[in-house]
């Protein structure tokens, strides 16, 4: 298959198979919990069709400051052994203090369309990450620089979100969206993996404290 980037064309294969306006379709949504002093954070992944029914979760850590979340992201997908995803949408890919996720990678390893969502602009990240890994930053910046410029998109509702995306074209990232967000700009896959990450890594804190 043949990868599209950040405002390439739709590839006809691709077409063929993703249908966005189908009720059928199914998201998987990616978000993550961690709170200090810990130095792992949960990440959990919901399976939701368009009709906003749940039919699948998967749960997994990464590291804060690490460079896991990219494989534990991937690992998650592959446990499900799903056939029936039709597109990865994943809350920010700057995690865990930093731990970057590479959405191009996992378009690539799953053949599905990906979509990174932020609710904010920003100027850049580079003097944060020269801040946090003042030793050797290098390969933090390298990794940052991959994820290109983000796209400004209004939603159904109203609201602004900051995205990237593999795999689809700007206009089928938008109606993925528009499709899975009922209010405000947070799309229900999203709500929910936070909810279950959330719940999750607080089950986690209780286990460790007692």
Same mark, same amino acid.
């Given at each position: @298959?043949?990868?599209?980037?950040?405002?390439?064309?739709?590839?006809?294969?691709i077409n063929?198979?993703?249908?966005?306006?189908?009720k059928?379709? !199914?998201v998987?949504?990616?978000a993550?919990?961690?709170?200090?002093?810990?130095?792992?954070?949960?990440?959990?992944?919901i399976?939701m !069709?368009?009709?906003l029914?749940?039919?699948?979760i998967? %749960?997994?850590n990464?590291?804060?400051?690490g460079?896991? +979340?990219?494989e534990n992201?991937?690992? @998650?997908?592959?446990?499900?052994? !799903?056939?029936?995803?039709?597109?990865?949408? /994943?809350d920010?890919?700057?995690? +865990? @203090?930093?731990?970057?996720?590479?959405?191009? %990678?996992?378009?690539?390893?799953?053949?599905?369309? =990906?979509?990174?969502?932020?609710?904010?602009?920003?100027?850049?990240?580079e003097?944060?990450?020269l801040?946090?890994?003042?030793?050797n930053?290098k390969?933090?910046? =390298?990794?940052?620089?991959?994820l290109?410029? !983000?796209?400004?998109?209004l939603?159904k509702t109203?609201?602004?979100l900051?995205?990237?995306?593999?795999?689809?074209?700007?206009?089928?990232?938008?109606? /993925?969206l528009?499709?899975?967000?009922l209010?405000? +700009?947070?799309?229900?896959?999203?709500r929910?993996?936070k909810?279950v990450?959330?719940?999750?890594?607080t %089950?986690?804190?209780? @286990?460790?404290n007692?």
């Open positions: @298959m043949k990868i599209t980037n950040n405002h390439n064309s739709f590839e006809n294969n063929q198979r993703f249908h966005p306006e189908k059928g379709i !199914r998987f949504g990616i993550e919990s961690f709170r200090s002093p810990y130095t792992k954070s949960t990440i959990a992944g399976v !069709r368009r009709d029914i749940i039919d699948g998967a %749960l997994s990464t590291t804060l400051k460079n896991d +979340s990219t992201i991937l690992c @998650m997908f592959r446990s499900l052994k !799903r056939s029936d995803i039709n597109c990865i949408m /994943i920010g890919l700057i995690i +865990s @203090m930093y731990n970057i996720i590479d959405g191009k %990678l996992i378009q690539i390893e799953t053949g599905l369309p =990906v979509i990174a969502i932020t609710f904010e602009d920003s100027a850049g990240l003097s944060n990450i801040h946090h890994f003042p030793d930053p390969s933090k910046l =390298v990794q940052y620089t991959k290109g410029k !983000r796209d400004r998109v939603l109203g609201k602004f900051f995205i990237r995306y593999w795999g689809l074209t700007l206009k089928h990232a938008v109606t /993925i528009n499709s899975f967000t209010q405000g +700009s947070i799309p229900e896959p999203i929910i993996a909810l990450a959330r719940s999750t890594h %089950l986690y804190e209780k @286990m460790k007692d």
